[in-house]
């Protein structure tokens, strides 16, 4: 589905807490901004979590996304199993990708990976989560971009220059509502959307999809 948002979601071997480490953190985003060089990965968001990620890219139909996943859990687990002279799978057997409708659906998915650490307990805000697109969509970096805020404000119908105050109201009304659950639909379904949109997902995909 040329054209579409992707949430993708990729957990470590038997979740294992393979990522709980600063350094492998680390290595997932260096290798996140590679495949954004190497292949024009447009990402919209993003969060390492300790034993699984977030990705949120919209898919431009040149098979980026599908290689860019392979650069970059390749590479991570490859480093990983050297370092600790381990051998075997670093990630579950393959991603999985749910294709999310823009504007009001698009602004739900970063909240709910922007707040993935909060509802862990680890931290009480997600400003304090290192390893996460949050803070580019926050303030954006001069050097070494990772998110494409253009592309984030257009599928969003918001100004560039809102697109901070916008995105920091959204997360402090969910933490204010306090109803923090996971929401699997995000990481299970195979689309989020208007009817419309998912039809078209079922019909793309061949497979059932759910409607938020």
């Known amino acids: 589905m040329p054209g579409s948002v992707w949430h993708v979601t990729s957990r470590c071997h038997r979740q294992q807490f393979l990522l709980k480490f600063a350094r492998e953190r680390r290595d997932w985003v260096q ?7 190497r292949f024009g990965l447009c990402v919209l968001d993003y969060q390492v979590t300790c034993n699984h990620i977030h990705l949120v890219v919209l898919d431009r139909g040149d098979g980026e996304v599908g290689r860019s996943m ?21 990630w579950e057997d393959c991603y999985h990708a749910t294709a999310v ?19 862990a307990g680890v931290v009480d805000h997600p400003s304090r989560w290192r390893w996460a697109g949050y803070h580019e969509i926050q303030q954006p970096r001069d050097r070494y971009r990772i998110v ?4 984030l404000c257009e599928l969003l ?16 009304s969910k933490l204010r509502q306090g109803s923090l659950e996971r929401e699997a639909h995000w990481s299970e379904a195979v689309a989020v959307g208007r009817r419309s949109f998912v039809e078209r ?4 995909i061949g497979a059932r999809a759910r409607y938020r």
């Open 201 to 204: 997902a079922q019909e793309e």
């Open 31 to 37: 290798w996140l901004f590679e495949a954004r060089k």
């Open 70 to 90: 392979q650069l970059i859990e390749g590479c991570v687990g490859r480093a990983y199993n050297r370092r600790k002279d381990r051998r075997g799978s670093f």
């Open 101 to 119: 409708d823009s504007e009001e659906y698009l602004a739900n998915c970063l909240v709910y990976v922007d707040l993935n650490m909060v509802r």
């Open 148 to 151: 494409d805020r253009t592309a």
């Open 157 to 172: 119908g918001v100004d560039e220059c809102r697109l901070t105050l916008v995105h920091r109201e959204w997360i402090e």
